[in-house]
């Protein structure tokens, strides 16, 4: 027994140190890893070199920045620029012009005044619908609620023209147009509807002021039918139904 100790001892013992375990880890370091892998400890930060300002600053590059010349002409003949001094003003686009509005006018109030042609085949609904709101408005203050009468007439009574005008005529004729006309005549009858606010035509005198003004409105339609659609010869024809439509809105009126 005393032989196996000796023999475990003498295994055992070695002249490897903990001095020589660290200058072995330092020597790898130094030979193996040639690029110095040593990790940082914790808090320990990398140090960074030094570089001169005369290295941060720009290399003195000494061109210029493209800048485009600044030429006048170029923008008083810009063709965007001439296109905002040529576009007509705004009411003329959207159909609004007053002084046709006007002349149409006077040429209803007066039905022995020739119509211009050219004026009344212009599709502007801008007076028929001013002088439709005036009709249901002058109704309103006579006690009468008849708006929806009023449009409702004025919409079939213009489609039932539109079909007997395009019936008549070789030229043909367009919807709005019908509208513009008929709307145009319908200012006689609202003069009808303002003097219901202030006497009741229920009588002999509001009987024969309401033909009256029938004639008047189907008249002044014809006239310019005829004018505008070339149609001489046939204003008759066509004031026959523009006085059974205008008799209507002169029911509504009256009664």
Request: proline share 5%; hydrophobic share 40%; net charge negative.
């Amino acid at each position: 027994m005393s032989n196996l100790g000796q023999f475990d001892s003498d295994f055992y013992q070695s002249n490897y140190t903990i001095d020589n375990q660290e200058q072995s880890c330092n020597g790898s370091d130094a030979y193996g890893n040639p690029y110095g892998s040593r990790k940082l400890q914790a808090g320990e930060q990398p140090q960074l070199a030094f570089v001169p300002p005369e290295m941060l600053m720009s290399s003195g590059y000494t061109g210029q920045y493209f800048q485009p010349a600044s030429n006048p002409d170029y923008y008083s003949q810009s063709p965007c620029i001439d296109s905002f001094d040529e576009e007509p003003p705004l009411l003329e686009e959207l159909g609004i012009n007053f002084d046709h509005i006007w002349q149409k006018t006077l040429t209803v109030l007066n039905p022995l005044k020739p119509a211009d042609g050219s004026i009344m085949n212009e599709t502007d609904l801008a007076g028929p619908i001013l002088f439709c709101v005036a009709l249901g408005g002058t109704l309103l203050l006579a006690g009468k609620v008849q708006f929806g009468y009023v449009y409702g007439m004025s919409a079939i009574g213009c489609l039932g023209i539109y079909a007997l005008l395009n019936l008549m005529s070789s030229s043909g004729v367009s919807y709005g147009c019908v509208a513009s006309v008929l709307g145009y005549c319908l200012l006689p009858m609202v003069i009808l509807s303002g003097c219901a606010i202030f006497c009741s035509l229920q009588g002999t005198i509001g009987t024969v002021l309401a033909l009256v003004i029938i004639v008047w409105c189907s008249l002044s339609a014809s006239k310019i039918f005829i004018s505008a659609l070339d149609m001489e010869g046939q204003q008759l024809l066509i004031a026959y139904p523009c006085a059974l439509l205008y008799g209507l809105f002169a029911l509504l009126t009256v009664f």
